[in-house]
């Protein structure tokens, strides 16, 4: 089935801080999709994000399908963005993973104040 | 709203035992899902509900029944539950399966002991 990577494992930021998070994919995907899991594990969705840019707030995503990759920018970091930052992936039609969202494994995001 | 609500939020089972995780939606969407987090293997997909009527296998289906017992509620059993059950098990649903976002309820912490 497909792969899915996410990058960095962890990072750590002082308030304040940008960060990207990086999602890579092995196959060609119908979707992406992110989502933020907070402390409580709470799962939320961020972005639906098949390709192109989208922006929310100090969030934003880009996926270049083409190449098989998405991007999560977090501008000015805040305590509240802590948690678990996760990527998913719908696989293309055809094979037997279709309809079934793969995720991968996370970033974990810690922001100290 | 309420969105997608699960109940319970915890439970403690001894091995053997059976129970229903109860998962409602009001969102009027058509597509429905289990899944189970575990630390370090992420999100696994248990089985999901294309639509009101049909249900499919997921990633790790053994040892798990569900039911679509209509366009809002889709339950998941576990019939003689074992401590390799022991998760926190999240139900999702979407509009429209794979060209629409997932939205997730609040999860339900199992123990089996």
């Known amino acids: 089935g497909i792969q899915v990577e996410q990058s960095p494992p962890d990072l750590i930021l002082q308030e304040g801080a940008n960060s990207t998070l990086r999602c890579n994919f092995s196959?060609?995907?119908?979707?992406l999709q992110w989502f933020h899991q907070n402390p409580w594990g709470q799962l939320i969705n961020l972005f639906y994000?098949?390709?192109g840019t989208k922006q929310n707030g100090r969030l934003s995503a880009t996926t270049v399908a083409t190449e098989r990759y998405s991007l999560l920018y977090i501008s000015s970091s805040q305590t509240t963005d802590s948690g678990v930052y996760f990527c998913?992936?719908?696989?293309?039609?055809?094979?037997?993973?279709?309809?079934?969202?793969?995720f991968g494994q996370g970033t974990i995001l810690t922001v100290h104040p | 709203n309420a969105g997608v609500t699960q109940t319970p939020k915890f439970q403690v089972l001894k091995t053997g035992q059976s129970m229903t995780l109860q998962c409602a939606q009001d969102?009027?969407?058509?597509?429905m899902y289990w899944y189970r987090q575990d630390p370090g293997m992420g999100l696994r997909l248990i089985y999901y509900?294309?639509?009101?009527?049909?249900?499919d296998k997921g990633e790790v289906p053994n040892g798990y029944n569900v039911s679509r017992l209509n366009k809002r509620e889709f339950s998941l059993r576990l019939e003689s539950a074992a401590p390799s059950q022991t998760s926190v098990y999240f139900c999702?649903?979407?509009?429209?399966?794979?060209?629409?976002?997932?939205?997730f309820g609040n999860g339900t912490r199992l123990t089996v002991t």
């Open positions: 999702a649903s979407s509009l429209a399966g794979v060209g629409s976002p997932l939205h």
């Open positions: 196959d060609s995907v119908n979707n």
């Open positions: 994000i098949p390709s």
């Open positions: 998913a992936v719908y696989p293309n039609a055809g094979g037997t993973s279709y309809g079934k969202l793969t």
């Open positions: 969102m009027n969407h058509n597509s």
């Open positions: 509900s294309a639509s009101e009527g049909t249900t």
